[in-house]
């Protein structure tokens, strides 16, 4: 069964560790030299999102599950993972929050 | 035997061959006659835009002015109108100006039907150069920019900022003290490749008698011959002719309490959202069209310079042009 989130709030962080997420056909991304844009084609709303933002963003959009991210992060970052995976949930929701990924909890896009 | 492919419906087009073409924000502009303002060009290659002076009559019954979705409407403090624009869906856009005319752009920006006042062509010129023809661009591709630019060594310097920072007085006392005009407060712009190109305006600079006065008498003559006057001055200067690498952007920064003279430096971490922020027509907002302008950002940001210039109150444009001009003139080299 997929379980495909459009909008709405996220499970726990637990809960999408095995998740992915893609960025839907509408909205974009670039990336500046101190930030990331991501912008929403449909509505014209341009979002702007830090370097490590941009880090994260691109892991997630990279075939990775959210877990996989957070690790990959820890290790660039020398970070706890579980540090990192607190981080990485909250930016997922803030995108989601705002329509600009889903998230597919059966770890397939 | 020959075998020549025709139609019929084309028989009494006119001849290619016979229309004149111009150039300016990246288009080659096909209209009969000469269109005052526009380089010359012999060859139709790249983007092309036909356009038809046409009977007021005829625009108007091929758009009613209750058609479309007004994206612009801009008034004049008692009410009446100063420009207004309507889109209509898969067609395109009317502009319309009273005593500047009215256009009609279609929605591939191949093509421009105008109904023109009956006044000196530069005063109408202002409309159609100012929001027709960039909007053309624009839907033909090329990403405009409200900006004002000149060339040196052959690469564009760019003066982004917001109405008032000097951006046409600066391009001016530049144009005098040496540069090649590019454009007045739009500038087309191209990301081909490695390379961010800038597409020259058409041969116009509005400039105000008060700044004028301020460049030396010997070096007016730079800026080309008067060819009307409203509120400002009408000039028409020698622009480039080929489009150029954009080398670089300035942000102007007026006034800035933080200097005490002209000061420029790399700009800071917001450069980012003041590039997004100085497209132009920012009534033109397709997927398409916002997909490009951020591209286009994206490609200036990456492949040429963007500074500040910090303008500390009182300061002239023609103070600012000399410490532009003497900073532009390294990086050029620099980077070319």
């Not at chain 2, 006119?14 to 006659?33: D, H, I, K, N, V």
């Not at chain 2, 109904?115 to 100012?130: G, I, K, T």
């Not at chain 2, 200097?259 to 800071?268: G, L, Q, Y």
Request: glycine share 8%; with cysteine; charged share 25%.
């Amino acid at each position: 069964m997929s379980a495909q989130l459009t909008n709405g709030s996220l499970p726990s962080a637990r809960d999408i560790l095995g998740a992915r997420v893609r960025v839907p056909s509408h909205v974009i991304y670039r990336t500046f030299v101190r930030e990331t844009v991501v912008l929403n084609l449909q509505t014209g709303s341009y979002h702007g999102v830090n370097p490590t933002g941009g880090r994260i963003l691109d892991l997630l959009t990279s075939d990775e599950t959210v877990g996989g991210a957070a690790r990959q992060l820890a290790d660039e970052f020398r970070r706890p993972v579980s540090e990192v995976q607190r981080d990485v949930y909250e930016f997922c929701k803030e995108l989601h929050g705002r329509g600009l990924i889903e998230v597919s909890l059966n770890g397939r896009h | 035997m020959a075998v020549t492919e025709f139609s019929p419906s084309r028989l009494h087009d006119r001849p290619e061959s016979a229309m004149w073409r111009g150039r300016a924000f990246g288009l080659t502009l096909e209209s009969e006659a000469p269109f005052p303002g526009l380089a010359h060009c012999r060859d139709s290659t790249g983007r092309v835009t036909s356009w038809r002076d046409d009977d007021a009559r005829l625009i108007d019954e091929a758009w009613k002015v209750s058609d479309g979705d007004v994206v612009v409407d801009l008034r004049h403090t008692d009410g009446r109108v100063f420009m207004r624009i309507d889109r209509r869906a898969d067609e395109g856009y009317r502009i319309w100006a009273p005593y500047y005319g009215r256009h009609l752009v279609s929605a591939d920006g191949r093509s421009i039907r105008s109904a023109l006042p009956n006044v000196s062509p530069w005063r109408w010129q202002r409309l159609f150069f100012a929001q027709t023809l960039p909007l053309a661009s624009a839907l033909q591709g090329l990403e405009v920019f409200h900006a004002s630019a000149v060339a040196v060594g052959g690469r564009v310097a760019a003066f982004v900022g917001s109405s008032g920072t000097g951006k046409t007085s600066i391009a001016a006392h530049l144009v005098a003290l040496g540069a090649t005009f590019v454009t007045d407060d739009v500038l087309a712009i191209e990301a081909a490749g490695a390379t961010v190109v800038a597409h020259p305006g058409p041969a116009r600079l509005s400039i105000d008698d008060s700044e004028l006065r301020r460049i030396p008498e010997g070096q007016r003559s730079r800026l080309g011959v008067p060819v009307g006057r409203s509120d400002k001055l009408m000039i028409e200067p020698e622009p480039t002719t080929a489009p150029l690498p954009l080398a670089g952007l300035y942000f102007l920064k007026r006034p800035a309490s933080d200097v005490s003279r002209v000061t420029i430096k790399e700009a800071e971490a917001t450069a980012t959202r003041s590039l997004l922020g100085s497209g132009f027509l920012a009534y033109l907002d397709t997927p398409e069209r916002l997909r490009n302008h951020l591209d286009v950002c994206s490609a200036i940001a990456e492949r040429t310079r963007l500074y500040d210039v910090l303008i500390p109150k009182g300061a002239r444009a023609r103070e600012v042009a000399a410490t532009t001009l003497a900073h532009a003139d390294g990086f050029v080299h620099h980077a070319g």
